[in-house]
């Protein structure tokens, strides 16, 4: 289902209005802390609460480069696939592994997921080139067999 909403283009377009009621914060006070671009574009923002509470950090990926949009089109189907992902596949497997998605919608023009900040929680990516030993591949193995479990059989027109 596609949302009515408009959302961000860009990342200055994140705004504390348009992102408080996306994570169940009033009136939050936003800080970005990163801007990280690529295929999609993370923008990792703290959230502070108006009662004073401690900040929330979160990661907003989407599609926030309208020169790559409009040079790669197809580029949008990528995004709206891990927007469908999050809403329809990933809480069928409740033991998978991912960011916690706090909410993920999809337009005509772009598709957004607010997810739980991971660098926040110390967690770091790994570089692509780098070897992993054998029990970490072992983890992304068991991972991809409980995706593929609790999908088998499903009819594909089943999951948007």
């Known amino acids: 289902m596609t ?5 961000p283009s860009l990342p200055q377009d994140i705004t504390a209005q348009w992102l408080s009621p996306k994570i169940s914060v009033k009136n939050a006070m936003i800080q970005v802390k990163k ?7 993370l ?3 703290s959230a502070m609460p108006e009662d004073g509470s401690q900040p929330i950090s979160v990661c907003v990926k989407g599609g926030f480069n309208p020169t790559m949009l409009s040079q790669f089109p197809f580029i949008l189907s990528l ?3 891990e927007v ?7 809480p069928r497997v409740p033991h998978l592994n991912v960011p916690r998605k ?3 919608e999809k337009s005509a023009d772009n598709a957004v997921v607010i997810m739980e900040d991971i660098c926040a929680a ?7 080139v780098e070897t992993w030993p054998v029990h970490r591949v072992k983890k992304v193995v068991e991972q991809f067999a409980a995706l593929h ?12």
């Open 102 to 104: 706090l909410w993920a």
């Open 43 to 45: 923008v990792l923002i």
């Open 149 to 160: 479990a609790a999908t088998w059989g499903v009819e594909a027109a089943s999951v948007p």
């Open 79 to 81: 995004y709206t696939r």
């Open 84 to 90: 469908d992902f999050y809403n329809n596949l990933a």
């Open 35 to 41: 801007i990280i671009t690529g295929t999609a574009t």
């Open 3 to 7: 949302t009515a909403e408009v959302l």
């Open 122 to 128: 110390s967690f770091v990516f790994s570089d692509p």
